[in-house]
Structure formats: structure tokens, C-alpha cells
């Protein structure tokens, strides 16, 4: 069964250094997102991307953060200086269409130290 | 906005019972809901949908959840409960159609403990 792969599982950074999250969606979605979990607290959403570009962001996806699809295949979540408060599980998902459901990635394990 | 309450943060229940985990839920238009469960260190996996058709939606695993309208609903339910069903549960929200949000909205989360 097709599924959302996430790299690394887990990542370990000093406070202002840039990270880049991977992500490879399910090869015949075209819908992409990114969601992030702070211990303890709801998902939130961050961002989707659609034809390449962005269609939605939400007031946490500030100018620190970006998302590319740079090949057919990779999706990634660029970091430019992280912050303590960035410490989170990053969730990346795909859909096929808009009415369907997302399917999820293993999440990555942000850690700003 | 959009909004989704879980108002339980645990639920127990004995292994062989019916469960309900309960979902309620703010949105403007129609509504496109789901229930996602999660795992130890794991993502979200994809239990159930209503989109549109039946207000009763089966999903995996034999769960299903119903669509009260009237009352703003979704909860979810199991006619018998598994200890392997422990886990912690997330229902979603998303403005229904094309040119709605498409960003989830998520509750802060259930966990069902099924006692042996």
C-alpha cells in the first residue's frame, strides 16, 4: 500500500540554524501539506501546495518558513532560523483530490536546542 | 473559522463494549469530516469520512462514525471494543467543496484506553 515517507524521523539543531524536512508524497496525489503537533497540544496546520505553489498558509507559516516541490517526487519544509519554539513533530500529507481524504506521513521530530 | 471540539480527553472502556468517542464540530458550509488515529510515535492514520450520502459512514478497523446535522456532530463509534484499539483520536474538519479551506482542523485529541 502506497504511503507518505518522512526524513529524518528525527532532527537535532541549534536555535537559528536552517532546517530542511523531507517529505515524498504519494506519487498521484496533488495536493500537499504540512502540519505541525507541539508536545501535548493539537495538530496545526501550516501550509498546502498545489500546482506548485502555495493555497493556503496559516498565520504560524511566516516568513522564516518556506516549501518547495523541487522534483517530480520530493516535498520539503525549509526552516531558515529556527527558534526554540519550533520544536515540534512535523507532519507532511498528500491527497489525491480536494474531496478526499489526507494521508499522512511518520512525522519528524523537531528538536531546537 | 473552523472549529472541533472533543470534549473527552480519555475514554475507557472495557474490551467486548461499545465505545463512543465524541467529536463536535464549527464550519462554515457544508462540512467535510474524519477521524484519524495515532499510534506511539506514529502518524495519523485514516479511520473514516462524510463528505456527503449516508450519515452513517463506516470505516476501518469497524469503526463508524454519525453525521448529525441538527446537532453538530460526529462521533465515533465501535460495537465492540479491542485492547489494540488503544490509541489516541483525532476527528477533523474542512469546509466542504473546492473553494473551501482545504486545511484540516483538528480537536485536541481523545485517548481511548480498552481495558482487558
Known amino acids: 500500500e502506497p504511503e507518505v515517507t518522512q526524513t529524518p524521523s528525527h532532527q537535532v539543531t541549534q536555535m537559528g540554524q536552517e532546517v530542511i524536512l523531507r517529505c515524498v508524497p504519494i506519487?498521484?496525489?496533488?495536493?500537499f501539506y504540512w502540519y505541525r503537533q507541539i508536545l501535548g497540544q493539537k495538530v496545526e496546520f501550516l501550509v498546502s501546495f498545489y500546482n506548485n505553489e502555495i493555497s493556503e498558509k496559516s498565520e504560524i507559516f511566516d516568513d522564516q518558513f518556506s516549501v518547495e516541490r523541487p522534483d517530480g517526487s520530493n516535498f520539503t519544509l525549509k526552516i531558515r532560523s529556527t527558534k526554540l519554539e519550533d520544536s515540534a513533530m512535523y507532519f507532511c500529507a498528500s491527497s489525491e483530490a480536494l474531496t478526499n481524504e489526507q494521508f499522512f506521513g511518520p512525522g519528524t521530530r523537531l528538536t531546537v536546542l | 473559522a473552523q472549529s472541533v471540539a472533543q470534549p473527552e480527553d480519555q475514554v475507557n472502556v472495557a474490551e467486548g463494549n461499545p465505545l463512543t468517542v465524541k467529536c463536535t464540530y464549527s464550519v462554515s458550509g457544508n462540512p467535510y469530516l474524519f477521524w484519524y488515529v495515532q499510534y506511539p510515535n506514529r502518524g495519523l492514520q485514516f479511520l473514516l469520512k462524510y463528505i456527503t450520502g449516508d450519515n452513517l459512514v463506516k470505516g476501518s478497523y469497524g469503526f463508524e462514525a454519525e453525521f448529525n446535522k441538527s446537532q453538530t456532530s460526529f462521533h465515533l463509534k465501535k460495537p465492540s471494543a479491542l485492547v489494540s484499539d488503544s490509541a489516541l483520536y483525532f476527528c477533523a474538519v474542512r469546509t466542504g467543496g473546492d473553494t473551501g479551506r482545504r486545511a484540516l482542523t483538528f480537536g485536541s485529541g481523545t485517548r481511548l484506553q480498552v481495558q482487558p
Open positions: 506519487s498521484n496525489h496533488l495536493y
